[in-house]
């Protein structure tokens, strides 16, 4: 008798979920708990390979010599995100640098793709430390898991609740965790939103466009099998 790998029983489970109750689709923001023993896996080994090209995340928007402390706060603090709301002149600092093409980052995106089939992905790490400012990127619009390393939990994400219009702050916790939200450019579903940390931090957005909600679902789902 052929004895199936847990990601196959695991995929299987996923698949039947999502026939037989087909899930409505939430737009609000979602922490998902990581609870598939294979991309529990390849979360840990992304952590022991060469993630890291040794080049430290570089600033955006302004000049180095800048005070980071000073720059870090600008960027990310509710009062800037209130200036833009108002129309007020706002220029989006960061200070990151990306890594998908590092043997981690290209090891992490290829083993996930065949168990989640996502459309796109982008990267972004902070290290040793690191921000991006407020920002909507409703010109990537669609559905988003946010992947994140946080090694010392000295990190947060920020955003801006489309519907309550509330400026909810998720502090990161050391390891891994990951987001589900929608990214759009109507009213009901614009997510201003920003990132930092003191100590290193390491993101993937993963995209799935609007017709392929249903695999965006499903990999909602194996994730927390």
Avoid at 78 to 99: P, T
Avoid at 140 to 156: H, N
Wanted: glycine share 6%; charged share 20%; hydrophobic share 35%.
């Amino acid at each position: 008798m052929e004895m199936w790998q847990s990601s196959q029983v695991n995929e299987w489970c996923a698949l039947i979920c999502y026939t037989y109750f087909q899930p409505s689709v939430n737009t609000s923001m979602e922490n998902l708990k990581i609870k598939n023993t294979v991309i529990e896996q390849i979360c840990q080994k992304f952590t022991t390979l060469q993630y890291n090209d040794g080049e430290p995340s570089k600033p955006v928007k302004w000049e180095s010599n800048d005070d980071f402390s000073t720059a870090f706060d600008q960027a990310t603090s509710n009062q800037s995100l209130e200036d833009i709301l108002q129309g007020h002149r706002y220029i989006k600092k960061s200070c990151y640098k990306i890594f998908g093409e590092t043997p981690a980052g290209t090891y992490f995106l290829e083993q996930l793709k065949p168990l989640i089939n996502y459309d796109s992905y982008y990267t972004a790490a902070y290290w040793p430390q690191g921000f991006v400012g407020w920002h909507l990127d409703s010109d990537i619009k669609g559905y988003c898991l946010l992947w994140t390393w946080s090694a010392e939990g000295s990190g947060f994400f920020k955003y801006r609740d489309p519907i309550t219009n509330k400026i909810i702050q998720i502090d990161d916790e050391p390891g891994w965790h990951v987001k589900a939200m929608r990214l759009g450019n109507q009213d009901n579903d614009r997510l201003w939103h920003c990132a930092g940390g003191t100590g290193s931090r390491w993101s993937f957005v993963l995209m799935y466009d609007d017709d392929h909600v249903d695999l965006y679902q499903k990999a909602k789902l194996l994730i927390s099998l």
